[in-house]
């Protein structure tokens, strides 16, 4: 896979991604947006929202800290994403948590068109039907084959499908790409599956083919925090020098770094 290639279509393109999401993980996300060479929005109100998709890129929707009317802000800007046709992204954060999330996230999947449903093992089964309990947003063990469960939902839903964990599962119901980049450092600090969420929506934003998209965007975030993490003291330290490597990740890095296999 062409991973430089792909992050430096996002530095050439600056493309805007626009972004309903998590309030307590949100200027994170737009700084990882920011630092990976795209432009991020942060507009939430329904009076505007329909506007700011149709001149955005990519759409990234994150339930983290839904309410009702939140989720209705959510469907009006995805309604005006699927109009132009770019692509929408889902963080289905905390799924399987409580009755309210569950209802939400099928509501949204089946309301609007979802391009990309990003979570972890247990989140992304409890969208699939599996009967899961996730610990607030922290996964719990899922007893399937999680490659199965991610392939069977992209069918379903035709979409690309991302399960985010010590080894990235992405597929779109045919390709599967496994992301093995990462470090434990990335569970020390809140806010790396939401800032997961945002950097995917920003390959998705100059890529088509969203599951090469989604795989890329993950293999250079997580390159860059193998690389914080070389040189941080704890948790403080890796997240001041994450922004740092993201934004100064190179080629030869990558090339180096890399470790995606694909499988059928």
């Not at 046709?85 to 979802?114: F, H, S």
């Not at 989140?123 to 610990?135: P, S, Y």
């Not at 719990?140 to 069918?155: C, G, M, P, R």
Request: proline share 2%; with cysteine; aromatic share 4%.
């Amino acid at each position: 896979m062409e991973v430089y290639k792909l992050l430096e279509r996002v530095r050439a393109q600056k493309p805007l991604v626009h972004h309903l999401t998590n309030w307590v993980t949100i200027y994170d996300c737009a700084n990882v947006v920011k630092v990976f060479g795209a432009s991020p929005v942060m507009a939430h109100a329904k009076e505007e929202v329909e506007e700011m998709a149709g001149i955005a890129s990519a759409l990234v929707l994150n339930i983290g800290t839904l309410t009702p009317d939140f989720i209705e802000s959510m469907k009006l800007a995805a309604k005006s994403a699927n109009k132009k046709n770019i692509p929408v992204v889902l963080d289905v954060c905390g799924a399987g948590a409580t009755k309210l999330r569950d209802e939400k996230c099928l509501e949204l999947l089946n309301t609007v068109r979802i391009d990309v449903i990003k979570g972890n093992s247990s989140e992304v089964a409890r969208v699939a039907g599996e009967n899961v309990k996730t610990k607030g947003v922290d996964a719990v063990q899922v007893e399937k084959d999680l490659i199965t469960v991610a392939k069977s939902l992209a069918a379903k839903r035709r979409c690309t499908v991302v399960i985010t964990g010590k080894e990235d599962i992405v597929t779109d119901g045919s390709n599967v790409y496994l992301v093995k980049n990462g470090h434990e450092m990335m569970s020390k600090i809140v806010g790396t599956g939401c800032m997961a969420a945002s950097v995917i929506g920003t390959f998705a934003a100059v890529e088509n083919d969203l599951a090469k998209a989604a795989a890329a965007g993950l293999c250079c975030y997580e390159i860059a925090a193998e690389l914080a993490a070389k040189d941080s003291k704890g948790a403080g330290t890796f997240k001041e020098k994450f922004f740092d490597c993201i934004h100064n990740l190179n080629g030869e890095q990558i090339e180096k770094m890399e470790r995606i296999t694909k499988c059928s």
